[in-house]
C-alpha cells in the first residue's frame, strides 16, 4: 500500500486475516528479533508478563493464549531492538527533536540511560544514576514546601511501584497525585463510590458468562478492549443479546471474525455482534438512560394497574435501596421530546432501548470514555446504574456494572493509594504500619497540576511513566505550564514530548517494561497488576533488558526515596526492592483486602479483591445503593456567538493504530483510514451543507467563554455515519481544542468527548502565520 491518505469504509469484520496481518507488520517493522515474536506466546500467561495492552481480564489466565492485535503492537513496541542512548541525543538538540512528530519520536525505540538537560549545549546529556537522584532530591529539599513538587502516575505502574510511589511521595509530604485516571474514569469513581459504595465494577468474567443482555456505552472494543469482543462473540453465541450506545458506526461493534478461531478465519466467516445499534448524538446518553427508566416505569405502571406482576424488583428496591420516590418523580417530569432532542433518538427508539432491557434477567451495562469525558459524567453514568437498579440488575451472577478500564494497572494504581484526595483511614493507616505523619491535605489533579504549575505553585513535575504535555488538555497552556517548572523528571520506557517540554532541568529515567526480567538482589522479579474486573495477578517480563542501565520503577523510586529522605524515613527502601515479596507484604500491612497477598498471588491466575456491591452490602453514607435524582442541566455557559457559523460538537477518538498518545501507525483499519490522522468525521449531509466536499481540508476551531482561540488546522473531511451535527477526531492531535476549564462536574475529568467547534476551509497562509501558536505536536 502507498502512503498517500486514503479514507474509504471498511467492509470486512473486525479482528479476522487483517489483525493477523497487521501483528506481522509491526513485528517486523519494529525490528523485533525472532525470540521477541515468541514474546507474544508469554503475554497473560500464567508464567509470563501482563498485556500492557489494556485492562480487560483474561479467561482464565492459565489456558489458552489470548490473540489480541493491539495487545501485540503493545508488546512489539517495547520489545523492539532499536534503542535511543547517549549518541542519538549527542546528534539531536531538543530544539531539534521537538520538530519532529510524536509518532517519529516514539519510533525511534527504546531509552538505554538516564540523560540530563545540559542548557549550554540544548542536548539530553549522559548521567549517572546515583547523580540524578541526588539532583532531583536537592531539588525537593530545597522547595519551600513539598505541595510544591508534583508527582503524576499514568496506568502501566505495577502494584509494587505506586505503593512505593506514594510511600515515598507521603512521606516526602504531600498528597499532589494527578494521575491518568484524573483524564479517564474519575466519574466512574465518583458516581459509583457514592451510589453503590466501591468505585469499581461489580462484575467478573463469570458474570458475562451468564448474561441475557450486554449493553455498551460509548466504548470501542474492537480498538481498544479486543479481547472483550471475545468475550461479547461468546456471549452472543449462547444467545445474549449486545446492545451499542455509539453516534459512530464502530466496525468491532457490529462484526467480528476471531483470529483464535481457526475454523472461522478459514471460512471468512465472522459473528454479527450487537443485536441493535443506538446511534445517539454525541453526550445523548444521559437522556437515553433517562427514557429507558421512563419506559420502564411506565411499562411497569401499566402492568400493576392491570392487576399483573410489577417490573421492578420491589423487594431488592425495597431492602437495598434508597431515593426512589424523588428519583421517581424527577423521571417523570423529564419530557419525552426533550428526550427525543437531547439525545437524537426518537421516542420509540428509547422504548425500544427500554423494551430489551425489560426481557433481560441478567443485565451487565459497560462503558468507556463515550460516557466519563464529558460535563456530566457523573450524572449519566448514575443513571445507568439507576436503571440497573430498577431490577436488581447488581449484586447476583449474570448481572452487573461495568466501567471499562484503560491502562493495564490503572485500577491497581488507586487501589495502592495513588489518589489525591486520600481517605483519612487510609492515611491513618499508613502512620501506623509505617511511623510517620501523612500530609491530609488533597493534592492536586491533573487540571490542579497545570494551574499549580502556570501559576508558579508548582515547580517540580515527576512523572511515573505517560505523556503528560500530550495526554492532558489545552496544549497550549499546558505545554507553557510545564515549561515554567525548574525541574522536570520523567521515568519512561520510550522517549516521547513531555520530555522535549522541559523545565529549567530536566531527567530522564529510562526503565525496565514489563517484558523484561527484572532482576534484584533476591533474583527475578516479579509484579502484580489488577484488571478492570478486580483480579489480581503476577506479571514477570522474558526478554533480556533493553540496556544494562535500565532500573525497575521500584528500584528507582526506592533510590530516590533513599537520596531524598535520607535519615528522615525508617522504611527500608534498598532491603524492600532486593525481594518484591517483601514490598507485598508491606501491602497486606495496610489494606485488609491484600491479606496473605504472597501466597495468593503467587497462585496461576491470582485472585479477587472482591467488590462488597457485588456482595449486596453497600458502603454508601445511607448504608444502602442510592437511587441518585437528575433532572435535564440547566445551560452551560453561552458560546461566543459566531455569525452564520455552524456549530458541532467534536468528540475526540482513538484510532487503531495507536495507544493513547502512543502511535502504531498511520492507519485506523476499521474506519477505513489509511496514512492520515488529521481527519475529520463528519455526516455527508452537513459536509454537503458547509458548501464542501469530502477530503478538503478544514480547521476547526472550539468555542469557549474565555475568548482564548483555539484551533487545529489542516485536516481532512470524510463523510462518515455519524449524526448530524456531530464530529470525530482523533486523541491527542485535537487537545489544543479541549479547554483547561471545561471538565465533568465533581470529577474534572476534561470533557474530551464534546467539544463546541465551527469548521472552516483550511487557509495554509493562515496556517504559515499562526503556526507558531500551534504546539509541535500538531504541525509535526
Ligand atoms: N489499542 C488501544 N487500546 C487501548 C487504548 C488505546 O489508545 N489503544 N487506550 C486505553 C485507555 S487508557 C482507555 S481509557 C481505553 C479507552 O477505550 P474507549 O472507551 O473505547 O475509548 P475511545 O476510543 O476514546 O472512545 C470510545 C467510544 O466512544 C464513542 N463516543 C464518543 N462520544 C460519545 C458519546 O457522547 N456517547 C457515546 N455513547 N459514545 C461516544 C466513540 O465513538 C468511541 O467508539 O482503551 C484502552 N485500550
Ligand atoms: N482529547 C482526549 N484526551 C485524552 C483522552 C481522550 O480520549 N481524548 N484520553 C485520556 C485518557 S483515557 C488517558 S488514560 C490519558 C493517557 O495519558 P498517559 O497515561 O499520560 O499517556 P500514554 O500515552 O498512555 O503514555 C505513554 C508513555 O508511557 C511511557 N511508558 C510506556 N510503558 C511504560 C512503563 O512500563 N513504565 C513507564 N515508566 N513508562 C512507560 C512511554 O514513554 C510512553 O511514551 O489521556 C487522556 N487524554
Ligand atoms: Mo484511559
Known sequence: MSDRPEIKPYKGPAGGWGALRSVAVNLLRQDVPVKG????????????????????????????FEFCENGAKAVAFEATSRRVGPEFFAKHSVEELARYSDYWLEDQGRLTHPMRYNPATGHYEAVAWDEAFACIASKLNGLASPDEAIFYTSGRTSNEAAFLYQLFVRQFGTNNFPDCSNMCHEPSGVGLIEQIGVGKGTVTLHDFEQADLIMVFGQNPGTNHPRMLGELRRAVQRGARVLAFNPLRERGLERFADPQDALEMLHNGSERIASEYYQLRIGGDFAVAAGMIKHVLERDAEERAAGRAPLLDDAFIAEHTDGFAAFRAEVEALRWHELETLSGLSESRIRDAGKRYLHAERAI???????????????????LVNLMLLRGHVGRPGAGICPVRGHSNVQGDRTMGIYEQPAPAFLDRLRDVFGFEPPRAHGVDVIGAIEAMRDGRGKVFFAMGGNFAVATPDSAATQAALRQCELTVHVATKLNRSHLVHGQDALILPCLGRTEIDLQAGGPQSVSVEDSMSMVHLSGGINAPASKDLL???????????????????????????????????????????????????????FHLGNSAGRREWRTATGKARFMAHGIAAEDDPLPEVPEQRVFTLTTLRSHDQYNTTLYGLNDRYRGVHNERKVVFANAADIAEL???????????????????????????????IPRGCIGAYYPETNPLVPLDSYAERARTPTSKAIPVVLRMHDPAQAQAQARDIPAAVVG
Open 552 to 606: 525497575s520503577e521500584p528500584a528507582i523510586v526506592a533510590r530516590l526515596a533513599q537520596a531524598t529522605l535520607g535519615k528522615r524515613s525508617d522504611t527500608p527502601w534498598t532491603w524492600l526492592v532486593e525481594d518484591y515479596d517483601r514490598i507485598r507484604d508491606q501491602i497486606a500491612r495496610v489494606f485488609e483486602e491484600f491479606a496473605d497477598f504472597n501466597a495468593r498471588v503467587h497462585v496461576p491466575g491470582g
Open 37 to 64: 515474536g515468541l514474546t507474544l506466546l508469554h503475554t497473560n500467561q500464567p508464567d509470563g508478563f501482563d498485556c500492557p495492552g489494556c485492562a480487560w481480564p483474561d479467561r482464565e489466565h492459565a489456558s489458552t
Open 365 to 383: 451495562v459497560c462503558w468507556g470514555m463515550g460516557i466519563t469525558q464529558h460535563k456530566r459524567a457523573v450524572a449519566t453514568i448514575q443513571m
Open 691 to 721: 458548501g464542501l466536499n469530502a477530503g478538503d481540508r478544514v480547521d476547526i476551531e472550539s468555542l469557549h467563554h474565555d475568548g482564548v482561540r483555539r484551533i487545529v488546522r489542516g485536516f481532512v473531511l470524510a463523510g462518515y455515519d
